[in-house]
């Protein structure tokens, strides 16, 4: 068990609907992560925030947007969803205060069936 | 940019055999690097990091890999697989610093183990 919990494990939606994922990091680490995994495209970064502030930007559609807020716990929100957003979502945390080299801790992922 | 190519999208060996996992990658800064591991139904674990310094990189699990830079290299070795190795394998790579967690991946390696 990594100590990051996210939630829903699954959700089946419609294209143009909107969902929202959760992700609760490990106790302690001040900054979330947001990945991507597809068929098609792999892994890719998508987001991280840090202490609440947005810290680095990866491939992140327009239609979708994250936080994080004051109990550190975090937020995807996509929205106008097409089928090709059918994917995982991972969450992971990491670095204690201080500390950047502090290695990832990812969740068991949300996967988005987008129908 | 970064990028990594692991060589080989499926690997079977012999349980009690060798167990090489080929990564090679591209980087215009010293690069971290890290290989993962991903079990059905599960987020990403760390076997092993390269930050600086030891070139051999010990990891979980009985799991090493060499960084080599002449070569573009952090192959993943076990010397002797057990059925439990099966899983995915995932190499990847950041630039360190505030972008430690901002990760390019492989597109990931499945692990057969036959008994």
């Known amino acids: 068990d990594s100590g990051v919990t996210q939630t829903p494990k699954h959700l089946i939606t419609a294209t143009g609907q909107r969902v929202t994922l959760r992700c609760s990091p490990r106790?302690?680490?001040?900054?979330v992560y947001w990945y991507q995994q597809s068929l098609d495209q792999g892994l890719q970064f998508l987001i991280q925030y840090y202490n609440g502030e947005e810290r680095a930007k990866g491939n992140i559609l327009e239609r979708f947007s994250a936080q994080q807020f004051p109990d550190l716990h975090s937020e995807l929100n996509l929205s106008s969803l097409e089928l090709g957003d059918s994917a995982l979502y991972f969450c992971?945390?990491?670095?204690?205060?201080?500390?950047?080299?502090?290695?990832?801790?990812f969740g068991n992922g949300t996967r988005l069936t987008v129908t | 940019a970064q990028s990594v190519t692991q060589l080989g999208s499926h690997v079977s060996v012999s349980e009690g055999a060798l167990v090489l996992l080929r990564c090679n990658y591209s980087s215009s800064v010293p690069p971290y690097l890290f290989w993962y591991v991903q079990y059905p139904n599960q987020g990403l674990q760390l076997l092993l990091k390269?930050?600086?310094?030891?070139?051999l990189v010990k990891g979980i699990n009985g799991f090493e890999a060499e960084f080599k830079k002449s070569e573009t290299s952090f192959h993943l070795t076990k010397p002797s697989a057990h059925m439990s190795d099966a899983a995915e394998y995932f190499c990847?790579?950041?630039?360190?610093?505030?972008?430690?967690?901002?990760?390019?991946f492989g597109q990931g390696t499945i692990l057969t183990v036959h008994p």
């Open positions: 390269y930050t600086t310094g030891a070139t």
């Open positions: 990847a790579v950041s630039r360190g610093g505030t972008s430690y967690g901002k990760l390019t």
């Open positions: 992971a945390s990491s670095a204690p205060a201080g500390g950047y080299n502090s290695p990832l801790h």
């Open positions: 106790s302690g680490d001040l900054s």
